[in-house]
């Protein structure tokens, strides 16, 4: 079935470690995104795509990084930087060609000890 | 500053009753809106989407209205079902062709359906 796959579902990290979500779709959308979400409070966007090998801020792109080396996969780096990472974190797509309707993954769930 | 505003922020209803959730935008201009479903600890899934030319549309039990004068929109749930407990978000495109890096998120209301 077609989809977006998020890794790991669960992410402990320690204060100081960098860690990387893994984010990886196989809809052939163009388009893929990170979003951040907190309890309270609306999605935030961190990072997006829109075609291979270019990828641009979002709203709270600070302490994060990403790359786009393929169509299929968008991982987050969630580095020592970022001053509060526990957070649930989302990836989603979609196709260009029909702007509005995201396509979610199941989500990561961060925490820092 | 585009805003999107939901309420109520949390809801508990009993099985088998009905609700509506609203929704207040201030997103200009508009193009379109969507609702989604967040299952605890899981993504979003679209449940409908409502463009400016639209009243009403309905998805099952669930039934979206759009006044896009008053900038209002409501969701319908009827005869709710345990498994329609979950957060209910809604999402505001500001113009047709805009980039989902576009889009304006409600915080959601938490809805819990009890036996």
């Known amino acids: 079935d077609g989809g977006i796959t998020q890794s790991p579902k669960y992410l402990f990290r320690k204060e100081g470690q960098n860690v990387t979500l893994s984010c990886e779709q196989n809809?052939?959308?163009?388009?893929m995104y990170w979003y951040r979400q907190d309890p309270g409070q609306g999605l935030r966007l961190i990072y997006y795509?829109?075609?291979?090998?270019?990828?641009q801020k979002g709203d709270i792109a600070e302490g994060y990084s990403v790359s786009r080396e393929k169509k299929e996969s968008f991982p987050l780096t969630v580095t020592s930087a970022q001053k509060n990472p526990t957070a649930f974190y989302l990836c989603?797509?979609?196709?260009?060609?029909?702007?509005?309707?995201?396509?979610f993954g199941e989500g990561s769930r961060l925490t820092v000890l | 500053k585009n805003q999107v505003e939901q309420s109520p922020q949390s809801l508990i209803i009993l099985e088998g009753k009905n609700c509506t959730l609203q929704?207040?935008?201030?997103?200009?201009?508009?193009?379109?809106l969507r609702w989604y479903k967040q299952d605890t600890g899981r993504g979003p899934v679209s449940l409908t989407i409502m463009t400016f030319s639209e009243n009403t549309k309905s998805n099952g039990r669930y039934t979206a209205t759009l006044d896009a004068d008053t900038k209002q929109s409501s969701l319908h749930i009827t005869a709710s079902q345990l498994s329609d407990s979950a957060s209910y978000i809604c999402?505001?495109?500001?113009?047709?062709?805009?980039?989902?890096?576009?889009?304006?998120f409600g915080k959601g209301t938490k809805l819990s359906v009890i036996p």
């Open positions: 999402v505001v495109s500001p113009f047709s062709g805009a980039g989902s890096y576009q889009l304006t």
């Open positions: 795509s829109q075609i291979v090998n270019d990828f």
């Open positions: 989603a797509s979609t196709d260009r060609a029909r702007t509005g309707e995201l396509f």
């Open positions: 809809l052939n959308h163009d388009a």
């Open positions: 929704c207040n935008y201030t997103v200009s201009p508009f193009s379109n």
